[in-house]
């Protein structure tokens, strides 16, 4: 996951280039904690672009806007190299430049954008990755996409798993972190600790309140979840955070205690049941991932019940038991115990001081 970055942008530009300088710094702010000084870079057409490149140093990013309007039609490199490239560099400040119509900046000065290319420059600014080349054959469906998800927060849905990883490939650049859930198989909670997993979260709670810790995390970050297979609700977020399903499905998951999940639920030997319920125990006590032990540690007590497997039925109920009494719900973690502790003869505990 990349730095999240909240820098403040100053453009310079002529009065009549606002229009292009109000469509930048939408697109800068929109979904980010970029902050735009737009009023202050305003000047007369045929002000002074040099000193106003130096009041725009009060920034961390200047982003001078070149065009008929803004540039004079004499400039002389020593007019203008010390403001736009010595000083700024002395400075630690970044500078890039945009061409607004068909004027002619010098060579020199770079990063050098075109105003047809804003996202570019966003994507400059925020210090991201440029992305993949789009292929052709996805481009209109790309261009949509990029205007619902990446240009602003949002959530569109596509068919095929094939345009949802190539928006993921070339966009990436556009988001803090692109995150793929697998969500054509396994439970909720599943997808939930998946998808925690990815952002670096451990969630030990139930899984609703998981969720909840989930949607405020992702919903202050400009996350891209792209959810394969189906689109759970709970799991497509508001805030900063846009999110793509793609009602194909895509590769199970390769997060390991959903591979131990899977196993459990496919497998027809006892035996082996009972190894891949200890494994994915211990995974999820690593992880914290205490909703999906869990759902697993239940179905391998009703498993063991069918299959009479008494020290079975004892291992799992004592760790329902104790997931259960670590989320505040006594009474079903009692109940749980007085059936286990009747059956194996044990002398339950004192409810009360005596």
């Not at 989930?214 to 709970?234: M, Q, T, Y």
């Not at 891949?276 to 540690?297: G, S």
């Amino acid at each position: 996951m990349q730095a999240l970055n909240a820098p403040t942008v100053f453009p310079c530009y002529a009065a009549s280039d606002r229009p292009i300088a109000e469509r930048l710094a939408a697109l800068l702010e929109r979904g980010s904690d970029i902050r735009v000084f737009l009023s202050d870079g305003e000047m007369p057409d045929g002000g002074d672009l040099v000193e106003k490149a130096r009041e725009a140093r009060m920034a961390d990013v200047v982003i001078v806007l070149f065009s008929r309007n803004s540039m004079p039609s004499r400039w002389a490199r020593a007019q203008w190299e010390d403001a736009l490239v010595k000083e700024p560099e002395a400075e630690g400040v970044r500078i890039a430049f945009l061409k607004c119509d068909d004027c002619n900046p010098p060579k020199v000065l770079t990063p050098m954008f075109e105003a047809t290319r804003l996202r570019e420059v966003k994507r400059w600014v925020r210090r991201s990755d440029p992305g993949e080349p789009p292929s052709p054959e996805y481009s209109a469906d790309l261009e949509v996409l990029g205007i619902g998800l990446a240009d602003r927060p949002g959530a569109e849905t596509v068919e095929y798993i094939g345009l949802a990883r190539e928006f993921a490939g070339v966009f990436r650049g556009d988001f803090d972190a692109v995150l793929h859930v697998d969500c054509a198989s396994g439970t909720l909670a599943d997808m939930a600790g998946d998808l925690a997993r990815q952002v670096g979260l451990r969630l030990d709670g139930e899984l609703t309140a998981n969720i909840e810790h989930l949607r405020v995390f992702c919903e202050a970050h400009r996350f891209l979840v792209v959810l394969e297979g189906e689109a759970p609700a709970d799991l497509v977020f508001g805030g900063r955070c846009s999110t793509l399903v793609s009602l194909e499905p895509g590769e199970p998951s390769k997060d390991t205690l959903r591979q131990l999940a899977r196993e459990f639920d496919s497998t027809e030997n006892w035996a082996e049941a009972c190894r891949i319920a200890r494994h994915a125990r211990r995974v999820a006590h690593d992880q914290m991932r205490l909703a999906e032990c869990y759902e697993i540690m239940s179905q391998w007590r009703s498993l063991a019940e069918e299959h009479d497997d008494r020290p079975i039925v004892d291992e799992a109920s004592r760790e329902l038991i104790w997931i259960l009494e670590g989320w505040g719900r006594t009474p079903e973690a009692r109940q749980i115990e007085q059936v286990r502790a009747a059956e194996f003869d044990e002398q339950l505990p004192l409810l009360f001081d005596v």
